[in-house]
């Protein structure tokens, strides 16, 4: 198989494992397996199930790297692991052990997010030098495992997308012990606003008051010291949705009368929303976005459309990938074809 130096990363869901086909695990070049976590400074995945999967994607596709990913959204333990030299040898010293035992290429930290406690987890403002630390010292264990099999394990992290999460980080001296830097250009709008919007799109659109966007958020990162080749863009498998929405503009931008909430995944998209039951599948060209809008229900998803559009962007930025949230979002198999089809 012939593949130019692109990352193409999926997340699956570890109750996901079993069922990611040999197709599938040729077209990715990684995969983060959700979740690890984190207690008592120790890592575990005492909760993490179907790890004896593993070995039959290796042999569907030899050159997958298998990553495992720890913590995810309300996922504590981190702020109080990275605190003190103790918590952080001990943090590292058991997340190399569980790598050697399942035969991983690396670890991904999904800590969401360092100063912040939104999630209901411990948070401190020491957490921006710590959280360096944390990096540094599983970057020393893994390399010295790595000396001793004659290879390099991956350390990689997954971020916040907007201002927020730079300043709650030192990004410059962070990206020093990762591989690479995984922005999770997604939720970019839903949980806490009422104002409808896309949510993993490309461009900011004018009538936008949330400036965001995967353009904003990467050179927010580039500007924060993260060299644009460790760089990796987000796709969502699934949507964000608002309720009661006013009725113009074809929902865009509107005013609804509660904050967007979790919508369809992509395979239900297909099966039941895109142009389908009254809702209309409408393409914002600023954004590079597409939504639906059935007069009072407004969607914000990823389609082949928005995908194609990432793509081009990263290969012209020379940025160093994609992933994406969550494989099991979509059972038709469009989406991940669409990203191996335009990278590879």
Known sequence: ?????????????????????????????????????????????????????????????????????????????????????????????????????FKLDGIDVDWEYPC????????????????????????????????????????????????????????????????????????????????TGHHTNLYTSTGDLFRISIDTSVERFINAGVPKEKIVIGGAFYSRMWKNVANSNNGLHRVSTGIGGDGPKYTELVEEYIDKNGFVRYWDDEAKAPYLFNGSTFITYDDPESLRAKCAYLIEKELAGIMFWEYSCDQTGELLQTLYDELF
């Open 1 to 101: 198989m012939i593949r130019n130096n692109k990352l193409l990363i999926g997340y699956v869901n570890s109750a996901a494992l079993p069922s990611v086909t040999a197709e599938d695990a040729a077209k990715m070049t990684h995969i983060n397996v959700a979740f690890g976590y984190v207690r008592d400074s120790r890592v575990t995945v005492a909760a993490t199930r179907n790890l004896d999967t593993l070995e039959k994607l290796r042999g569907y596709n030899p050159n997958l790297g298998i990553l495992l990913s720890l913590g995810g959204w309300g996922a504590g333990g981190f702020s109080e692991a990275a605190s003190t030299q103790e918590g952080r040898e001990t943090f590292a010293t058991t997340a190399v052990n569980i790598l050697n035992e």
């Open 116 to 195: 912040y406690d939104i999630a209901n987890i411990s948070a401190h403002p020491h957490d921006k030098q710590n959280f360096t630390l944390l990096l540094k010292e599983l970057r020393q264990t893994l390399d010295k495992q790595g000396e001793k099999d004659g290879r390099h394990y991956l350390l990689t992290i997954a971020t916040g997308a907007d201002q927020y999460y730079i300043d709650g980080t030192e990004m410059a001296e962070v990206q020093k012990y990762l591989d690479w830097v995984q922005i999770m250009t997604y939720d970019l709008r839903g949980g806490f606003q009422i104002l």
